[in-house]
């Protein structure tokens, strides 16, 4: 494939010029094929438009997806060449994400499109389908009810007629259920369920995420599209609405998910590693995971041994660039949601799961906090936040491994340019409004909407300023490394610059439930107590005070 710069040139006019409503595009490269049947994409030279589809041959033969030459437009590989069987599997049409990076996506990723999914599911399916969104016990458990059901699916003029739909989701599933007026499902809609070879557009299952606390409706769509740009794994991903038996759904952002051909494209060569979701379930071979290794991980309370599993400059590059978009939810950020892949000799590197608590999260939600999110003490100024993770905190407390960290800030945010990320969400926010307006099932409203965006853009805007004081302040700036308690830490290097008997350097006091030492840890070594974390209710308090439900009386939080 060559020249693709053309492909988001053409897609940046489509945003102005409407030249394709969600879905209702036929690739210029041709017709599709009938869904089982083999159609060959067009060929392209140019700038021409591409060819006709391919004639549909029984079986499944698998037609050829148009190859991009010279500014031509890619034909567009018929349906039934991806979904047919017993032939040569066709190439799915590609585009560009929106940093035009070299991993091409499925053309259900099109980024100048807001792409529309209908589906039809019997009356009895969908009685199903919502008994099973409201069976909280078992999502609380973690063991949420993941039955696929039958449904016909519309895509443009595209049919699958044996496409499956199921929900997903974990916390926001219990809240929109638990709090909304009009909850919204979230879906994985897949198109391999009833016939293992399927695919459509390339594509195995399609991931639609309500977007529930992500009021923009965009954090995660430019925090993936931002990692594919500085060659970080992320899925590709764009916003799409869902119709379901004529009925308008919802919005949602669309993504393919972390799966074996994303892997193949960032790791080429090592794509068949162990990928567990937070460390604890496998994703890939599963079966023939390698959990010695895993444990061995889990065992690990040294940077000496850290450094002999897991591959630390790219792991902390990820934890930097998740600092840089703020992902309040990432490992950087608590340890709530994360990938680790394993790279054979390397070791583990820890991979973006969701970033759809980054970028206006904590504007939002925690205004007090805005940009200002501490690359390093992330906790600091957060009201509950999630404890810090064992690596992250074996880094942070290494004094060569925290300079490496440091170094990997410099590194990401510069990276980050405000200019070109604005023209996203200046571009997808217009692309969604209608959508978002017309969703009854959102639980922000239109005003929160607004707001969102433009504390998006406010955060994208300021927070690469306030890293470049955070690195200018690392290497001893003086215009830069302030100390404003005095105790001889600068800010960038203080869990509290605002309190004198707290930085680094400081001892830590027992059954004060203040991190006086800044490890990251509440009252550690201190006999007769349990450890906390910063910002835990009960953080350091003695076991024989009980205090689990305890209320939070400690100087120590925000
Ligand atoms: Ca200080
Ligand atoms: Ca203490
Ligand atoms: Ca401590």
Redesign the pocket.
């Known amino acids: 494939m060559t020249s693709r710069r053309w492909a988001w040139t053409a897609s940046v006019l489509c945003i102005t010029s409407a030249c394709g409503g969600g879905g209702q595009t036929v690739p210029p490269g041709g017709a599709a094929g009938t869904v089982g049947l083999g159609g060959a994409g067009g060929d392209m030279l140019g700038g021409e438009v591409g060819g006709a589809a391919g004639a549909t041959v029984d079986g499944g033969v698998g037609g050829a997806a148009g190859e991009v030459v010279d500014g031509g437009t890619a034909g567009g590989a018929g349906a039934g060449a991806m979904a047919g069987s017993g032939g040569a599997p066709a190439v799915a049409r590609t585009v560009p994400d929106a940093s035009n990076s070299p991993r091409l996506c499925s053309d259900l990723f099109d980024q100048s499109v807001l792409t529309a999914y209908s589906f039809e599911i019997s009356a009895d399916d969908w009685a199903k389908l919502d008994a099973d969104f409201h069976d909280l016990k078992d999502v609380l458990a973690g063991t949420p009810p993941q039955t696929y059901y039958p449904i016909v699916l519309h895509y443009g003029s595209e049919t699958v007629s044996n496409a499956a739909v199921r929900l997903r989701g974990k916390s926001s599933w219990v809240n929109t259920v638990m709090f909304d007026t009009n909850p919204k499902m979230a879906f994985d809609i897949s198109f391999d369920q009833y016939d293992t070879h399927q695919k459509f557009h390339g594509i195995s299952t399609i991931h639609f995420e309500m977007a529930r606390d992500e009021w923009s409706f965009l954090s995660e769509r430019v925090g993936n599209n931002w990692f594919r740009g500085i060659g970080l794994t992320a899925p590709c991903s764009n916003s799409a609405t869902i119709t379901i038996n004529g009925q308008f759904y919802g919005l949602y952002v669309a993504e393919e998910g972390i799966t074996k051909p994303l892997l193949a494209q960032y790791f080429p060569g090592n794509a068949d590693g162990d990928l567990i979701k937070g460390g604890t379930e496998a994703h890939t071979n599963i079966g023939t995971t390698n959990w010695t290794k895993v444990q061995a991980l889990d065992s690990a309370n040294d940077m000496t041994t850290l450094r002999t599993l897991v591959d630390v400059p790219n792991t902390v590059l990820e934890w930097a660039a998740e600092a840089v978009v703020e992902d309040a939810d990432g490992y950087y950020g608590g340890s709530h949601n994360f990938w680790i892949y394993d790279e054979g000799s390397a070791g583990y590197v820890w991979l973006l799961d969701h970033s759809d608590s980054a970028l206006e999260w904590l504007e939002v939600f925690t205004p007090s906090l805005g940009y200002k999110e501490h690359p390093i003490y992330w906790w600091a100024g957060r009201a509950l936040p999630d404890p810090p993770a064992k690596n992250y905190l074996l880094v942070i407390n290494d004094p060569a491994a925290r300079a490496q960290y440091v170094d990997a800030i410099a590194t990401q945010v510069a990276k980050w340019n405000p200019a070109q990320i604005t023209s996203w969400i200046d571009a997808w926010s217009q692309q969604i409004a209608t959508a978002v307006a017309a969703d009854t099932h959102k639980w922000a409203t239109m005003d929160q909407f607004t707001m969102a965006v433009s504390a998006m853009k406010d955060m994208v805007q300021n927070r690469p300023q306030y890293l470049q004081e955070f690195v200018a302040c690392e290497n001893g700036d003086p215009a830069q490394a302030t100390d404003q308690d005095a105790d001889g830490v600068p800010w960038c290097n203080d869990c509290d610059d605002s309190n004198a008997s707290v930085s680094p350097s400081a001892p ?1 006091v027992c059954g004060n439930h203040i ?10 070594n201190c006999p007769g107590e349990t450890p906390g974390f910063p910002g835990e209710p009960d953080g350091g308090v003695p076991p024989s005070a009980g205090a689990d439900a305890g209320v939070v009386t400690d100087a120590g939080r925000g």
């Open positions: 830590e991190d006086d030492n800044c490890n990251g840890v509440v009252d550690e």
